[in-house]
C-alpha cells in the first residue's frame, strides 16, 4: 500500500517569505508528526496530532511555525517570515494511533532551503 | 531530559563483517525503542521496533536487544553487506509519543 508521502520533496525559498509544507499519512493512521532534522542530526520532535487535534506542540521552536490537520487526514506545516535557521529536512511520520508501541512510518522528507 | 547517544558516528567494515551498533539512553522509562535506516537523502525506514516489555527482536540478518536498566541497546548485523551502507538511528518513545532520536551512526561496507 502507499506509504507517507511530503510535497514538494524540495523548496527553495528567500528569507522572510511563508512556505507550507504538506503531508499525507498511510490511510487510516489516525496519529501524525512533524519532525525537523538537521545535517548530520537526528530528527527533532516538532509537532504530533490524534486526528485533527494537536495533543502536543512543544517541539514548534517559536510562534513562526504552526501546522494543521483539518480533516484528521493531510497536514500542513505552515512557516511565516522564514529565516536562513529554517533550512533542514521537515519529515512526517504517521502511525495506526497514537499509543505506546506504536510503530511510526516515515515519509521522504521536504527538504527546506532558506536563501 | 531523555538523551540518546550513538557510538560510534561513523564506522567503516570489510564485507562480510559481523558488526554492533550502540545506543545508550539516561533515562530507563520507555515504552518502545525503534531502530531506523536513512539513506542519503532519503527519509527514515523502520527497521525493529522493541517494546519496553521485550529484550529483543529480529529480522532477517538484523538483531536489536534492550537492556533498560542500563541504558542500551544495541544492533546487530550479521555478514554485512554493502547495501547495508546507510545511517542508522535509534529513538525512544518516552510516553510522550513523539521520539527522542540520537545523532547516528553512519555505516559504510566496502566490497
Known amino acids: 500500500g502507499a506509504g507517507v508521502s511530503q510535497t514538494p520533496s524540495n523548496k527553495v525559498t528567500e528569507k522572510g517569505k511563508y512556505v507550507e509544507l504538506r503531508c499525507d499519512p498511510i490511510s487510516g493512521h489516525t496519529a501524525l508528526y512533524w519532525y525537523r532534522q538537521s545535517l548530520g542530526q537526528g530528527p527533532e520532535f516538532l509537532i504530533y496530532?490524534?486526528?485533527?487535534?494537536?495533543?502536543?506542540d512543544s517541539g514548534l521552536p517559536n510562534d513562526r511555525f504552526f501546522a494543521v490537520r483539518p480533516e484528521g487526514s493531510v497536514s500542513t506545516l505552515k512557516i511565516q517570515r522564514t529565516e536562513r535557521g529554517d533550512s533542514a529536512v521537515y519529515l512526517c511520520?504517521?502511525?495506526?494511533?497514537?499509543?505506546?508501541?506504536?510503530?511510526?512510518?516515515f515519509g521522504p522528507g521536504t527538504r527546506l532551503t532558506v536563501l | 531530559k531523555q538523551e540518546v547517544t550513538q557510538i560510534p558516528a561513523a564506522l567503516s567494515v570489510p564485507e562480510g563483517e559481523n558488526l554492533v551498533l550502540n545506543c545508550s539512553f539516561t533515562?530507563?522509562?520507555?515504552?518502545?525503542l525503534q531502530w531506523f535506516r536513512q539513506d542519503p537523502g532519503k527519509g527514515l525506514t523502520s527497521l525493529l521496533l522493541i517494546q519496553s516489555s521485550q529484550r529483543e527482536q529480529t529480522s532477517g540478518r538484523l538483531n536489536a536487544s534492550l537492556d533498560k536498566s542500563s541504558g542500551r541497546s544495541t544492533l546487530y548485523i550479521a555478514a554485512s553487506q554493502p547495501g547495508d551502507s546507510a545511517t542508522y538511528l535509534c529513538?525512544?518513545?518516552?510516553?510522550?509519543?513523539?521520539?527522542?532520536f540520537g545523532s547516528g551512526t553512519r555505516l559504510q561496507v566496502q566490497p
Open positions: 496530532f490524534q486526528g485533527t487535534g494537536a495533543a502536543d
Open positions: 529513538a525512544l518513545d518516552t510516553g510522550r509519543r513523539a521520539l527522542t
Open positions: 533515562d530507563s522509562a520507555i515504552y518502545n
Open positions: 511520520a504517521s502511525s495506526l494511533t497514537s499509543g505506546s508501541g506504536n510503530e511510526q512510518f
